[in-house]
């Protein structure tokens, strides 16, 4: 999904307030950011992801300690613990996952964001927080009777406990599948067959898609919410790559900036006289802005 400009500046309002320690700020910024129509799942992935990526950049360059990181994690789960209240799930699907770092890995965010990502989906989740020993979690697994096990892991020297996960949960039967994810699977480009997973999840949207093809899922029909949501990201990154601004896309399309800042916040239904408008004054095809696949 392309990061847009005004994501990428909540993006950095949020690390400032991460870095500073300052809690009611880090909330306040995602408070503003849902007043301003921003989805949950989008300030998952264009905010609290990448600040994640970014606090382990700084504490990687002597920039922060481990008492700052530990805060910045602090923070932002407290953050997801107000958007989960927020959050209203799918039609559950009848189907149910385990989602946990693996063995030794104590980084627990991007665990929680995949966890709260299938929640969304429909998904029932058993989430187990902190790295969970592999045979505890095999028999855990085994007791639930779980579909699917999600497992993160952060640091590289831990991708042999994910291997050795999954081997052993291949041996319950039935066996669930094995999807994986986190930074160390992005940094060491984790050949899934090597590994011994059924999938690859980098994030929380993809580690949805890729757990309904697993279990062989439908992909979710997208409601009039969702579609006007998604056309109206694709607007705005088209719109910020082609450095208009919205002034510049109203002028251009003959239609009002504050009805194009309704459109790209999904706030706005369209006609289709609008969206041609639209698409002329970006000199794209129509179909590209109806897409539902976000750019």
Not at 54 to 70: F, S, T, Y
Not at 81 to 96: F, N, Q, S, Y
Not at 150 to 165: G, H, I
Not at 209 to 218: F, P
Request: charged fraction near 25%; charge should be negative; aromatic fraction near 4%.
């Amino acid at each position: 999904m392309a990061r847009t400009s005004d994501s990428t500046g909540l993006l950095n309002r949020y690390v400032d307030a991460l870095v500073r320690g300052e809690q009611a700020v880090a909330r306040t910024v995602i408070t503003n950011a849902r007043k301003q129509g921003l989805g949950a799942a989008r300030i998952y992935l264009e905010v609290l992801a990448p600040s994640q990526d970014k606090i382990g950049e700084l504490w990687h360059e002597g920039a922060l300690n481990v008492a700052q990181e530990h805060l910045a994690t602090s923070i932002t789960m407290v953050v997801m613990d107000t958007l989960r209240e927020e959050m209203r799930p799918r039609k559950l699907l009848g189907a149910r996952a385990v989602v946990t770092p693996v063995e030794g890995d104590e980084h627990v965010v991007g665990a929680r964001m995949v966890a709260d990502f299938l929640t969304m989906d429909g998904w029932e989740v058993d989430f187990l927080g902190y790295g969970t020993p592999t045979k505890d979690l095999v028999e855990f697994v085994r007791q639930r009777r779980s579909d699917l096990v999600a497992l993160s892991c952060t640091l590289p020297e831990f991708l042999p406990n994910a291997k050795a996960a999954a081997a052993a949960l291949g041996e319950l039967d039935p066996a669930p599948k094995v999807l994986l994810g986190g930074y160390a699977v992005n940094a060491e480009e984790a050949d899934i067959r090597s590994l011994g997973v059924d999938g690859i999840g980098l994030d929380g949207l993809e580690a949805v898609g890729q757990a309904r093809s697993l279990l062989g899922l439908e992909r979710p029909k997208l409601s009039l919410t969702d579609h006007l949501a998604a056309m109206g990201r694709k607007i705005n990154s088209v719109r910020t790559a082609l450095n208009m601004t919205q002034q510049d896309l109203a002028k251009a399309s003959g239609l009002d900036r504050t009805y194009i800042s309704m459109v790209e916040r999904g706030r706005q239904n369209l006609t289709m006289g609008a969206i041609v408008k639209i698409a002329d004054a970006l000199n794209v095809p129509v179909a590209e802005l109806v897409s539902t696949e976000d750019g």
